[in-house]
């Protein structure tokens, strides 16, 4: 009893000095009044075709800053996604913008006619980001949200394409003392290094203005503006209340623009992707719940014990040395064919292959919901999922081997040439499918065909770490004791 309520006060002083931390690239980031913003271009999207393309594959804006790609780890590369700097350049804190044009009128040929009209009607849509957030839409009747924007829509047959967005930046502005201790934590950070910064009294309520973005809307619009004079037609701003013609997607030109405004909300900042995951706050019936799981539990083992005491009783049984055979003539079920159900199969290579990538996979699922449940895999970071479910298969590439080598000892096979099956059946497979897949991908000119350095990144995980691991897994488990099965197997096999 003692030594319990000293574990229990050791626990409670360790929880007193517990922190927290973000992982890097998901904490808050925040911004200054005058702040540029950068948006970002990522993949168009459609639910009809499922092949995201390039941004700049049609005719819009490009960036007058140096035109480069975001880096990208290996889960977003093969999920598809190409973030790139956008043309929406200026979009500051604070400072509304009505309308503006980042270029002038885009003349379109007739590919470029048909592209359009073609992706409009395959519903693609058009994915932004700011502050890592997507971009959405919000549905005026149910208030909910939708990623991404639509390229245009059909009327009469007839494609309009929406040209022009009204982007909407929710933010919260920190109170005060959110203020100073944010200034706390930024010297606490810096240390004994120089601040970028003139050193600003914590104490002055001169403080200056930091938010942090919660929300990035829009809304489009599709406005024909005058082709040889934009700023014409771009400069009421209010396009809803504007009696302009829309613009065609068959139109001979196209002019694109934005405009941005700023909204305060008292939303917090770690409730931002609640909107995009439709978190609701539903009451949660806790003695419900907690009622039908003890239920469950004690009448599986209510029945587990019993089966149990059933099962030990044949066993026994059945392994004894002075036991007739004329008793078992009455034998039905299970306990007919008792001596035949530790029987190596005939292909027992494949059988113990197959078993140790079900193990394999299984171990990666396990290890990936402990992560996602700690919070490392988040939304925020983009990617993650991918690339840890990727990582923790090839790892747990030892538990593959070490399965399938307890299970080829047991069947009297512990050969080596079978333990290479085993990093290479299940695998091989998916690479060959995955590659296939590519290739089709790779001819429609979808980004979402992974370039070659990738496809070599994941064939040298499969082949030089992944192998080898199964060949050292299959090392540790045939050296192991044969696992001993509960009934003997007959020599000779009965026909059934």
């Not at 619009?221 to 934009?230: R, T």
């Not at 992707?273 to 039908?292: R, T």
Request: glycine residues 6%.
């Amino acid at each position: 009893m003692a030594m319990l309520k000293t574990l229990v006060l050791q626990a409670a002083l360790l929880a007193a000095c517990a922190s927290a931390w973000y992982l890097p690239g998901t904490g808050p980031k925040d911004y200054h009044d005058g702040d540029n913003v950068e948006v970002q271009v990522n993949v168009l999207t459609s639910v009809t075709t499922h092949l995201p393309f390039d941004y700049y594959s049609l005719p819009f804006c490009y960036p007058t800053k140096k035109f480069r790609g975001e880096p990208e780890n290996l889960g977003e590369i093969l999920m598809g996604d190409r973030i790139k700097p956008s043309p929406y350049e200026h979009v500051n804190v604070g400072e509304p913008v009505d309308c503006l044009v980042p270029c002038g009128a885009r003349s379109l040929d007739a590919a470029a006619k048909k592209k359009l009209t073609e992706r409009i009607k395959d519903d693609y849509h058009v994915n932004l980001l700011l502050d890592n957030l997507p971009l959405a839409i919000v549905n005026e009747e149910t208030g909910m949200y939708s990623v991404g924007v639509p390229l245009g829509t059909v009327e009469n047959g007839v494609a309009y394409l929406y040209n022009h967005l009204h982007l909407t930046i929710k933010y919260y502005q920190l109170t005060p003392d959110e203020v100073r201790k944010t200034l706390e934590a930024r010297r606490r950070k810096l240390g004994n290094k120089a601040p970028p910064k003139p050193t600003i009294d914590l104490d002055d309520d001169d403080l200056p203005t930091i938010i942090r973005i919660i929300a990035f809307v829009a809304k489009p619009y599709s406005v024909k503006h005058d082709a040889d004079a934009p700023a014409k037609t771009c400069s009421h701003g209010n396009f809803s209340l504007q009696s302009l013609p829309p613009q065609k997607a068959s139109d001979d030109h196209v002019v694109w623009s934005y405009g941005v405004s700023w909204e305060e909300t008292n939303e917090a900042w770690t409730t931002r992707w609640d909107v995009y995951l439709n978190v609701q706050d539903h009451e949660i019936h806790w003695f419900n719940i907690v009622n039908s799981v003890l239920i469950v539990l004690i009448l599986t083992a209510i029945v587990a014990f019993i089966f149990l005491r059933i099962l030990r009783r044949d066993i026994n049984k059945y392994n004894r040395l002075d036991i007739d055979p004329e008793d078992l003539q009455d034998e039905t079920g299970w306990k007919l064919i008792h001596k035949e159900v530790f029987r190596a199969p005939s292909h027992r290579w494949l059988l113990a292959a197959f078993a140790g990538t079900g193990a394999q996979l299984y171990g990666m699922a396990l290890v990936v919901i402990i992560f996602a449940c700690l919070g490392f895999l988040v939304p925020a970071n983009r990617g993650s999922l991918l690339t840890a479910m990727l990582i923790f298969f090839v790892f747990l590439g030892w538990y593959a081997g070490f399965t399938s080598a307890r299970l080829l000892k047991l069947w009297g096979t512990p050969s080596w040439k079978y333990i290479f099956a085993t990093g290479t059946v299940v695998p091989g497979v998916g690479f060959s499918v995955f590659f296939l897949v590519n290739l089709a991908v790779s001819a429609t000119g979808s980004s979402a065909a992974a370039p070659f350095t990738s496809i070599i990144t994941v064939a040298t995980l499969w082949l030089c770490v992944l192998v080898p691991l199964v060949v050292l897994g299959a090392a540790s488990g045939f050296k192991r004791d044969t696992i001993k099965v509960p009934v003997t197997v007959a020599n000779i096999p009965r026909h059934i």
